[in-house]
Each structure stands twice: as structure tokens, then as C-alpha cells.
């Protein structure tokens, strides 16, 4: 079975500056498709961010960024220039190629200090 | 376009009543969800279903039952409610897969006493 691991179930950052959120997963497979959803306090999940697993570029959307390192199986995101509407719960997701449902991560929650 | 929603965003139920929570989405999505997230957790998969007439259990069935008989609509049946079954609820679709976005209601808060 596939599990997702966030380690850090809380961290804060000032406006402005950059944070990383880190995530870990494991699998066995080759093919799959990682996410970072947010949940800001309106409980509302939005997509950040899609990587797909045989895309060796990192994904990128404006000041959201990953790193993934597919041998480490790592699913970091970076968000740069850190704004008080970046405060929220964020969670990583994982679904493998063959499979139809997404395994999430316990979450991140983090805050933006002004 | 509405998007995916839910209905109601809040309710309490007494231990051993029954409810459904209504989930319709207008994007023509095959893919539909149901996904329960308890106080600091991740959301666990109920059900889906990836078409008309056709569902199948997620990670956490039991207690629920869910019935697809349009592409628009996926509602979530509790029978007989229990204390374990307070969460908020949400449901999801998309459109080809799960490899794709998911997109999301705004979730329903359910509380049995």
C-alpha cells in the first residue's frame, strides 16, 4: 500500500519570505502523479500544484514550486514571497498510475506572520 | 458553473438515526468521491464511483452507502449514525481520473451525539 509522510504538522513563516513543506512517500510503482491541495480556514480544498512522476522537470506555479527527487521518493514545496492568504493547512496527495483514489498526508499547517 | 456541491454545509444527528448527504457537481465528471476528514487529519476515501451504475468501497466504508444512477449525482448515506461517524465530509470529482485535479465541495460538518 501506498503511504504518504508530512513531518512537520506545523510551521510558520514571515510575509514575505520563503518556506518549504516537506513530504515523503512510498511505492513501488513507476508510474504516478504527486499533489499539494491547500486548505485554508474556509476548509475549502484548492489544488496548488501536480507533478507527474515521469516528468524529470520540477512544476512550478508562480510563487509555488516542488522539488521532487524521485529516487529519495521526496515531494518538497517551496513557496516564495509568502503572503497572509498562504495561511493553511496543506496537504500532499499521491495516486499511482494503476490506482483510481488519492492516499493524502496528515497535513502541514502552516501560518504566515505579518 | 457551480462547481461540486454539497449539501447541508452542517448538521447534528442522534446516534442511531439515518441521513444523506446530497453531492452534485455540473462539469460532466465521470469521477466522483466521498472523503471523510476527522479533527488534524488527512481526508480518508469512503466510496467512488467512476460512472453511472457503477461504485466501489474506499478505505473507510463501513457505515456508508452511496448509490450513482446520475453522472451529476453521488449522495452519501449513514445509516444507523455513531459517535465515530462525527467528521466533515467531503466530496470530490474529476474528470478522467484520479490522476487529475480533483475538484471539491465545500464540505459538510456532521456531528451525532
Known amino acids: 500500500a501506498q503511504t504518504v509522510t508530512q513531518s512537520q504538522p506545523e510551521m510558520s513563516v514571515q510575509e514575505a519570505e520563503t518556506v518549504t513543506l516537506s513530504c515523503t512517500y512510498d511505492t513501488s510503482e513507476n ?3 504527486l499533489f499539494w491541495y491547500k486548505q485554508p480556514p474556509s476548509r475549502q480544498m484548492i489544488l496548488v500544484i501536480r507533478q507527474e ?3 524529470q522537470q520540477n512544476a512550478t506555479e ?3 514550486s516542488v522539488n521532487f527527487q524521485k529516487a529519495a521518493k521526496s515531494f518538497s514545496l517551496k513557496i516564495s514571497d509568502s503572503q497572509l492568504g498562504d495561511t493553511a493547512m496543506y496537504f500532499c496527495a499521491f495516486i499511482s498510475g494503476s490506482a483510481r483514489q488519492l492516499t493524502f498526508g496528515s497535513g502541514t499547517q502552516l501560518t504566515v506572520l505579518p | 458553473n457551480a462547481g461540486v456541491t454539497q449539501t447541508p454545509k452542517f448538521r447534528i444527528l442522534k446516534i442511531g438515526q439515518s441521513m444523506t448527504l446530497q453531492c452534485a457537481q455540473d462539469m460532466n465528471h465521470n469521477y466522483m468521491y466521498w472523503y471523510r ?3 488534524g487529519m488527512g481526508l480518508k476515501l469512503i466510496y ?3 460512472g453511472a451504475g457503477i461504485t466501489d ?3 473507510v466504508p463501513n457505515g456508508y452507502n452511496v448509490s450513482r444512477s446520475t453522472t451529476e449525482d453521488f449522495p452519501l448515506r449513514l445509516e444507523l449514525a455513531a459517535p465515530s461517524q ?3 465530509y467531503f466530496c470530490a470529482s474529476s474528470g478522467t481520473s484520479g490522476r487529475n485535479e480533483q475538484f471539491f465541495g465545500p464540505g459538510t460538518r456532521l456531528t451525532v451525539l
Request: glycine share 4%.
Open chain 2, 48 to 50: 467512488y464511483s467512476v
Open chain 2, 37 to 39: 476528514q476527522d479533527p
Open chain 1, 62 to 64: 508562480n510563487r509555488f
Open chain 2, 86 to 88: 462525527t467528521s466533515v
Open chain 2, 57 to 59: 468501497k474506499g478505505e
Open chain 1, 31 to 33: 508510474n504516478y502523479y
Open chain 1, 53 to 55: 512522476a515521469y516528468k
